[in-house]
């Protein structure tokens, strides 16, 4: 069975730093792969998906994942963060036998410093 | 906004009752999803229906049900409500049900149970 791991539960970050968080999947198969935020009270929003091609996908809010393979990791990156961007984040596989049925990692919880 | 409508935003119950929570897809969308997140963990998926049929089921005990209607909407109902029922329950909708489809998440209900 598929599984998400997140290692990070909480990270602190200085507004304008860069910002990396961990990602690491477990399938069989050729993973579709997706990055979701979560605003306090809010649903997810999605922030990228990768299918398959370049394995460095741009995605909205400034936010970059690159998907490794030999690392089974897709770890999303933003290059300078804004106090908006204090939220949970979650990475998320897709299983193509079983519909569109993701399965979350246990999620991020970013903070951001003034 | 991603146009998924989820009601109620609260609700309290108590241990054994029943209850039954509603989401409004986006327009144009035929499938929906929905997926429970307890407190501090990623969302877990439920089931999902794709054209009022279910098309692929979680690990949730049959006491966990759903019907979609010919518009689209969607409803969970929950029988014998225990106390590790309390989450939030997050539906979402895609435009088809395959798994490079982008889900919209609703903003969810937040169930309480006492």
């Known amino acids: 069975a598929q599984s998400v791991t997140q290692p990070d539960i909480h990270i602190t970050v200085s507004e304008g730093a860069s910002l990396e968080l961990r990602c690491n999947y477990s399938?069989?198969?050729?993973?579709?792969l997706f990055w979701y935020v979560q605003s306090p009270g809010q649903g997810l929003q999605l922030l990228l998906k990768?299918?398959?091609?370049?394995?460095l996908v741009q995605g909205i809010k400034g936010f970059e994942a690159e998907f490794k393979r030999s690392q089974s990791s897709f770890n999303l990156r933003k290059p300078s963060v804004h106090w908006s961007d204090a939220a949970e984040y979650f990475c998320?596989?897709?299983?193509?036998?079983?519909?569109?049925?993701?399965?979350f990692g246990g999620g991020t919880r970013v903070l951001v410093k003034p | 906004e991603t146009g998924v409508t989820q009601s109620p935003t609260h609700l309290i119950k108590t241990r054994g009752q029943q209850v039954t929570l509603r989401c409004s897809s986006q327009?144009?969308?035929?499938?929906v999803s929905w997926y429970q997140q307890a407190l501090g963990q990623g969302p877990q998926f439920i089931f999902q229906?794709?054209?009022?049929?279910?098309?692929g089921r979680g690990n949730f005990p049959p006491r966990f049900s759903g019907l979609q209607f010919p518009n689209y909407s969607s409803e969970l109902n929950v029988n014998a409500l225990e106390l590790d029922d309390s989450a939030l329950y997050l539906c979402?909708?895609?435009?088809?049900?395959?798994?490079?489809?982008?889900?919209?998440f609703g903003p969810g209900t937040r169930l309480l149970v006492l």
């Open positions: 990768y299918f398959s091609g370049d394995t």
């Open positions: 229906y794709y054209r009022e049929e279910e098309n």
């Open positions: 998320a596989v897709g299983v193509r036998t079983a519909g569109n049925k993701l399965t």
């Open positions: 327009s144009g969308h035929n499938t």
């Open positions: 979402a909708s895609s435009f088809q049900r395959g798994v490079q489809e982008t889900q919209y």
């Open positions: 399938y069989g198969a050729t993973p579709y």
